[in-house]
């Protein structure tokens, strides 16, 4: 059974950089899938902020390219995000996920299958 | 970019009533549509991908249908279990974004 477990620190500075990292239990990262992190404001709707494959290569949210870094640890089954600069818009529960796919119809679908539970990070002085 | 807009915002239904809930693209996103739902203090939960195919462990009470711009999540007939907030996705394969909707919240009546 796969899990993800975000951690890292509730508590950022306005300026500050925020990091998280996604600990991936159940799977081996390098064995596939993308690997993405996604947040919600409270009270507010998903945003996907960007993915990475066990390789490195990354895709970011144009919205937010300027500011984050993804970036993978395939030695501890982890993947991790950086989002600078940050201010009390960023205030969300951030979560990680597993970007599954299926191949049908001479097609391939993505979507997130897998998430961990979540982890709220406030911005705030 | 691809813009998604959900309806409506709020969705009142009783126990045992059909739930009808749309999705809208800004353009064509072909079937590259999922569904989640989402209970209060919870991560969402994947229903449906590739507009219409129901991910593992979903009751079949829960369908999906479209293809291009719209798209409709239905629940047959609604359990208790089922009040929650409904978010639609499109998968753009390039560059490779991922796009949520506002989400439907769907209460009971």
């Known amino acids: 059974q796969v899990q993800l477990q975000e951690s890292g620190p509730g508590l950022v500075k306005p300026s500050e950089t925020l990091s998280l990292t996604c600990t991936v239990s159940?799977?081996?990262?390098?064995?596939?899938?993308?690997w993405g992190w996604i947040r919600q404001p409270p009270g507010k709707g998903l945003e996907w902020i960007g993915s990475i494959y066990h390789s490195g290569s990354t895709y970011y949210n144009p919205s937010l390219k300027s500011r984050v870094t993804i970036s993978v640890d395939t030695s501890k089954n982890q993947f991790s995000l950086k989002l600078s600069s940050v201010t009390a818009a960023d205030t969300a529960v951030y979560y990680c996920?597993?970007?599954?796919?299926?191949?049908?119809?001479?097609?391939?679908?993505?979507?997130?299958?897998?998430w961990g539970k979540g982890t709220t990070v406030t911005v705030s002085s | 970019e691809i813009v998604m807009t959900q309806s409506p915002a709020t969705l009142s239904v009783s126990p045992g009533e059909r739930a009808t809930l749309s999705c809208r693209a800004s353009?064509?996103?072909?079937?590259?549509l999922a569904w989640y739902q989402q209970k209060p203090g919870q991560a969402p939960r994947l229903l449906i991908y590739?507009?219409?195919t129901r991910a593992t462990g979903i009751p079949a009470r829960f369908s999906g249908s479209g293809s291009g711009t719209e798209f409709t999540l239905t629940i047959s007939s609604l359990q208790s279990e089922d009040f929650a907030v409904y978010y639609c996705q499109q998968y753009n394969n390039w560059p490779r974004i991922f796009t949520f909707g506002p989400g439907t919240k769907v209460d009971i009546k």
């Open positions: 996920a597993r970007e599954g796919e299926d191949y049908s119809n001479l097609y391939y679908y993505y979507y997130m299958d897998v």
């Open positions: 159940g799977y081996s990262i390098s064995s596939g899938y993308y």
């Open positions: 353009q064509s996103v072909s079937s590259n």
């Open positions: 590739g507009a219409s």
